[in-house]
DNA sequence: CCCTGATTCGC
DNA sequence: GCGAATCAGG
C-alpha cells in the first residue's frame, strides 16, 4: 500500500480528530500502526498525548544500552537474565500540580470551517427533483471523532427507532448513517426516490453532476476513505 | 500482559 | 520516504 493522498488526508483527520494509531491503521488498511505513526511524524504532525512523554527531567539517563549502532544484535536472543543491579533509587520530585490536559470535551465539535470557498456552483436537476451537486459541493461528510474504543456494540436505545440493516427494503432509503460497527449506525429510512437507492435528499449526495470534459476536478475525499476494504 | 506513541535506522 | 523493530510509559 502505498500513501495516497486520499490515505494521507484519512490519516490526518483522524489524527487530529483524536484516533489512535491502532485505529487509524485499521481503517486505512494495508498498514501497521507504526506505519502510520511513521507517516504521520514525517508529516509534521506528531504529539499527542503520548504515554512516553512525560519525561525530560534530569539526565537522559539509561538511554538505550545497544540500540543500533552497528550491525548490532538485532534482537538480543535473550532478554539477558542479568538485571543492572545497581539503581540509585531516589525521587524527591515535587509534586507539581497538573492541571487537566484540557483534552476533555472532545467529542469533536468543529464549528465548521469553510464548507467550500467559492467554486462554479454545479448543479443539476435528477430525476425526482434531486439536485445534483457539483464536485466542489461535497460537504464535508464530518464523520470525524471516532470512536475512542470499539465494542462489541450493544443494540443500544440509540438506535430502536432507527433504519437498522435488517429493515432495508426497497422501499426504504438506505444511504448509512454512521459508519459500520458504530453503536449508532443505522440508515436514513426515508422514502426513497422512485428508482433509487437514496431519499431524494440522500441522492443529492450520492449523485454529482458530470462536468465538461476537461474541466473535471479530482475527486472530493471521502470521508474517510470510503468503504472499508478488508 | 495489554495498550499507547516515539525513535531509530536499514532498506 | 517507508516501516519493522525497539523503546518506554500507562
Redesign the pocket.
Known sequence: ???TDERIATLKKMWEGGA????IAEELGG?????V??????LGL??????????EKKKAA????A?????AA??PAAKSTAKPAAKPAAKPEAPAAKPAPAQAGNTNSQPMPNPTPDLPKIVSVGPGGFLRQGPGDQQAPIPPAPPRRLVPAKPSPEIADKTSLLDLSDKVCRWPMGHPGEPDFHFCGDAVNPGFPYCVEHCGRAYQAQLPRGARRPPPPLPFGGPRVR
Open positions: 500500500m502505498s500513501w489512535t494509531a491502532s485505529q498498514v501497521s500502526r507504526n506505519a505513526i511513521g507517516k504521520a511524524h514525517r506528531k504529539s499527542r498525548p503520548s504515554p512516553v512523554k512525560a519525561n539509561a538511554k538505550k544500552p540500540a543500533k549502532s552497528t550491525a538485532k534482537k
